[in-house]
């Protein structure tokens, strides 16, 4: 692989100066991930959204550091040349720069991300400098910011007042101050976030932020309608992935049960001879006994079972 396809944080910024849009997605294990890549996203972001996507919680906050840990894994072992941004779960770094830079520190060193993402601004600023005055690249996130889903009170759109767009305004400053490489707004008015985007240097990536961001991302599971308790009105489902998955199960099982699989090609042969004196009749499971006799074989060593499949018998050897 060559290093100059890696994505990195300063083909991230350049991209913002030459006005080129940035695509991020989430991704959670390493299929996934390793289909973002395939399909040219190289910015990838492991976000705590996983505890609703895909570990069915309600909201974010219960997902912990070893959930995240483990997830980040799967998707950089999938993914080797993206940026991987890993999420950092509620409690992993309110409480202050030190465990912040603890938790931080596992994600690049243990999991191989390249970058950490906490939410918040003002309030945060310190610890987004400390991490980055230690080597970590930290992307913030304003806006809706889920772990505070309770005091939001839902998931409401933010900044739409004055005073609460000023103080947007003052995070998104704030966190480019303290040298975070890019920020997410979530649930943004869009002329809001064209604002901040044009008074910041560093890129804005946009959810439910309209088209006036650097950048968009969007969750994995939103885009390919593969989650289907709630779809939110700002993901456009590019495929839906649900159907599909339900179509081809249904057709598996119908298979298993009318003996339509395995067939042949998904079997492995044998001489039978050697499976010779080892059937005996009276050990034979009533169920395979009756499946045998219907097929017109009452001995059933080494039989068909009259679709012209192959059908063992008991099989056990003994001493
Ligand atoms: O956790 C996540 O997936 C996120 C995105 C919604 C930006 O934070």
Known sequence: MAKSSCMTISKIKAMKRKGEPIVMVTAYDYPSAKLVEAAGISFILVGDTLGMVVLGYDTTLPVTMEDMLHHVKAVTRGAKRSLVVADMPFMSYQTGPEDALRNAGRFLQEAGAKAVKLEGGVRVAETVRRLVEAGIPVQGHIGLTPQSIHQFGGWKVQGKTHRAAARLLDDAAALQQAGAFSI???????????????????????????????????????????????????????????DTIREALSEYAEDVREHRFPSAEHSFEMDEQVLEGLTVADEIPAVYQATAKSNGNGNSNGNSNGNGRKRHSTTTARP
């Open 184 to 242: 997410v707004l979530e649930l943004v008015p869009a002329p809001l976030s064209r604002l901040i985007s044009g008074r910041l240097r560093i890129p804005t990536i946009g959810i439910g932020a309209g088209d006036g961001c650097d950048g968009q991302v969007q969750v994995f599971h939103d885009l390919l309608g593969l989650y289907e308790d709630f779809v939110p009105k700002h993901a456009r489902q590019y495929a839906k992935l649900g």
